[in-house]
């Protein structure tokens, strides 16, 4: 018995630890752990360029004839906007996680803070797939791009041209190119993002010209995309709704941009700058992009694999291809860059946590990068674009992405309404983590292996999440505590059971929405 009780004892301490979460702050971490920091370089236009470079990648390239062709007809600008203001909802709960606790590793960081480590070595492991996946497929896709400057991939020098060995379809550019823009991240945080921004503004420029010059001939020949017999829905309100859950994943990319909150000067305030502007800008675009390009033929002659180009050749306008091309070449960049700094910065604050080897948390002096966990990074995803065709694994993508998104939008729950008890505590930055009360004394249940743990909490930076209270007349503090813990606790498990159903009830409709056997 005495075993059985032994192991039951380790049982149930393994299920505590799943539960157990982190108190953690950026500007504490000098204090504790001497020069691992990352450096605060990045400002709003750094943010800016970042996030709309990993947001407007090739896809809308071609994204545009299939939603156009299937689902939406000429109503694709309206399935932009609604997915814009579904992905906006989604930034809203990442701008206010991140400012209230900025430090590098974007959903994983707020649900190890808000839910428990379980959750959290989940989505820290399904973003790293999410990242590592969609940077192979991005490198993959750049390979038939550039062969357009070539003539076809037929015409490509042996370096640069995709081959077939023992079976297997290996892509040396894809590879190269992998390796170029880990080693621009190696540099530093302020140089990558200027390159990335250089490159961005690239891709907006064609973007530009795409719009000016296909709205010049759109309105000299009358908008004829817009003439039609079946009217402006001809697939109805559904298609317009089911395209605007496949262009959804076109906004994806703000989420980058909190996972650099730990390198940003300001980031109370350039935060909600950067993924506000960068989710604005976006969203603009595709709809003007989207708008222009239903207009100037009908959306059944679009091409899937090619709308724009295939548009602009029903015009006599081959020429337009090329601008066309490099435009979506330098989205693929901005997009690889994009989807492997976010996934060191994830790394390095597992292995802060101790759930990684401390290899990943390595911050080098000179560039103040984790350098040597974004070259293992980039190698891993160079080998993957390398060997592997990575088109059935891309559809993993989104189920890391619906991860993150969910486990942010039950963060924010949490640290509003059912705040942990740690985020109430106030550690002066010489002193040791403790639990201390308003008035300096000790507060009663509090979780001491989350109390004594590895990180500090700074009430200057998450000042909004500490419970302030008025001393009640003629009540010791002791009395006053026990007072305000049972009401607290009241509080926090009415809280508790009115979000666990609106969770399972949001489960329940989502499921029943997406059942075929059921009504429409």
């Given at each position: 018995?005495?075993?059985?009780?032994?192991?039951?004892?380790?049982?149930?301490?393994?299920?505590r630890?799943?539960?157990?979460?982190?108190?953690?702050?950026?500007?504490?971490?000098?204090?504790?752990?001497?020069?691992?920091?990352?450096?605060?370089?990045?400002?709003?236009?750094?943010?800016?360029?970042?996030?709309?470079?990993?947001?407007?990648?090739?896809?809308?390239?071609?994204?545009?004839?299939?939603?156009?062709?299937?689902?939406?007809?000429?109503?694709?600008?309206?399935?932009?906007?609604?997915?814009?203001?579904?992905?906006?909802?989604?930034?809203?709960?990442?701008?206010?996680?991140?400012?209230?606790?900025?430090?590098?590793?974007?959903?994983?960081h707020?649900?190890?803070?808000?839910?428990?480590?379980?959750?959290?070595?989940?989505?820290g492991?399904?973003l790293?797939?999410?990242?590592?996946?969609?940077?192979?497929?991005?490198?993959?896709?750049?390979?038939?791009?550039?062969?357009?400057?070539?003539?076809?991939?037929?015409?490509?020098?042996?370096?640069?041209?995709?081959?077939?060995?023992?079976g297997?379809?290996?892509?040396?550019?894809?590879?190269?190119?992998?390796?170029?823009?880990?080693?621009?991240?190696?540099?530093?945080?302020?140089?990558?993002?200027?390159?990335?921004?250089?490159?961005?503004?690239?891709?907006?420029?064609?973007?530009?010209?795409?719009?000016?010059?296909?709205?010049?001939?759109?309105?000299?020949?009358?908008?004829v995309g817009?003439?039609?017999?079946?009217?402006?829905?001809?697939?109805?309100?559904?298609?317009?709704?089911?395209?605007?859950?496949?262009?959804?994943f076109?906004?994806?990319?703000?989420?980058?941009?909190?996972?650099?909150?730990?390198?940003?000067?300001?980031?109370?305030?350039?935060?909600p700058?950067?993924?506000?502007?960068?989710?604005s800008?976006?969203?603009?675009?595709?709809?003007?992009?989207?708008?222009?390009?239903?207009?100037?033929?009908?959306?059944?002659?679009?091409?899937?694999?090619?709308?724009?180009?295939?548009?602009?050749?029903?015009?006599?306008?081959?020429?337009?291809?090329?601008?066309?091309?490099?435009?979506?070449?330098?989205?693929?960049?901005?997009?690889?860059?994009?989807?492997?700094?976010?996934?060191?910065?994830?790394?390095?604050?597992?292995?802060?946590?101790?759930?990684?080897?401390?290899?990943?948390?390595?911050?080098?002096?000179?560039?103040?990068?984790?350098?040597?966990?974004?070259?293992?990074?980039?190698?891993?995803?160079?080998?993957?674009?390398?060997?592997?065709?990575?088109?059935?694994?891309?559809?993993?993508?989104?189920?890391?992405?619906?991860?993150?998104?969910?486990?942010?939008?039950?963060?924010?729950?949490?640290?509003?309404?059912?705040?942990?008890?740690?985020?109430?505590?106030?550690?002066?930055?010489?002193?040791?983590?403790?639990?201390?009360?308003?008035?300096?004394?000790?507060?009663?249940?509090?979780?001491?292996d989350?109390?004594k743990?590895?990180?500090?909490?700074?009430?200057?930076?998450?000042?909004?999440?500490?419970?302030?209270?008025?001393?009640?007349?003629?009540?010791?503090?002791?009395?006053?505590?026990?007072?305000?813990?049972?009401?607290?606790?009241?509080?926090?498990?009415?809280?508790?059971?009115?979000?666990?159903?609106?969770?399972?009830?949001?489960?329940v409709?989502?499921?029943?929405?997406?059942?075929?056997?059921?009504?429409?």
């Open positions: 018995m005495g075993v059985m009780n032994d192991n039951g004892g380790e049982c149930l301490m393994g299920f630890g799943l539960r157990r979460r982190k108190q953690v702050d950026s500007d504490n971490l000098k204090i504790n752990r001497g020069d691992q920091q990352l450096a605060k370089r990045l400002n709003a236009i750094d943010l800016v360029g970042i996030g709309v470079g990993t947001t407007i990648g090739a896809g809308v390239y071609i994204l545009i004839g299939t939603v156009a062709r299937e689902q939406t007809g000429p109503a694709l600008p309206i399935a932009f906007l609604i997915a814009g203001i579904a992905a906006a909802l989604s930034a809203f709960c990442y701008t206010e996680l991140s400012c209230r606790c900025p430090s590098a590793g974007s959903a994983y707020y649900s190890y803070i808000c839910i428990g480590e379980g959750v959290a070595w989940i989505i492991w399904a790293t797939l999410e990242y590592a996946i969609g940077a192979s497929v991005v490198a993959r896709g750049v390979t038939p791009n550039l062969a357009l400057y070539f003539g076809g991939e037929g015409n490509l020098p042996l370096i640069l041209a995709r081959h077939t060995m023992f297997i379809v290996v892509d040396p550019c894809a590879a190269a190119l992998v390796i170029i823009a880990t080693l621009l991240l190696c540099t530093g945080i302020k140089e990558s993002s200027l390159a990335q921004t250089i490159i961005t503004s690239i891709n907006v420029c064609a973007l530009g010209f795409v719009i000016v010059a296909g709205g010049y001939l759109a309105s000299k020949n009358g908008w817009y003439d039609l017999s079946n009217g402006y829905l001809p697939f109805g309100v559904n298609g317009v709704l089911g395209g605007s859950a496949t262009v959804f076109s906004y994806i990319g703000f989420d980058s941009v909190t996972a650099t909150a730990e390198e940003v000067k300001n980031p109370k305030r350039d935060l700058l950067g993924i506000g502007i960068s989710l800008l976006s969203c603009i675009l595709y709809m003007i992009l989207s708008f222009v390009i239903v207009g100037l033929v009908p959306y059944y002659d679009l091409n899937k694999d090619t709308p724009i180009s295939s548009a602009f050749s029903e015009y006599g306008v081959q020429w337009a291809a090329l601008i066309i091309t490099t435009g979506a070449i330098m989205a693929l960049l901005a997009a690889l860059m994009g989807s492997l700094l976010p996934q060191s910065r994830i790394l390095m604050a597992m292995a802060r946590d101790g759930l990684l080897p401390s290899f990943f948390s390595v911050i080098d002096k000179r560039t103040q990068v984790p350098v040597k966990g974004t070259i293992a990074v980039g190698i891993l995803a160079a080998a993957i674009a390398f060997f592997m065709n990575v088109s059935e694994l891309a559809g993993m993508v989104s189920v890391g992405t619906l991860l993150a998104f969910t486990s942010v939008a039950i963060s924010v729950l949490v640290i509003r309404y059912i705040p942990p008890n740690e985020l109430h505590l106030l550690a002066s930055a010489g002193e040791s983590s403790s639990a201390t009360g308003g008035h300096g004394q000790s507060m009663p249940g509090a979780d001491e989350v109390v743990g590895s990180f500090t909490l700074l009430g200057n930076d998450c000042e909004d999440l500490i419970l302030k209270r008025d001393p009640c007349d003629g009540a010791s503090i002791d009395q006053e505590a026990y007072l305000d813990n049972q009401k607290g606790q009241r509080r926090r498990k009415l809280a508790t059971w009115f979000l666990t159903t609106i969770c399972i009830g949001v489960i409709l989502t499921s029943s929405a997406s059942a075929e056997s059921l009504p429409s």
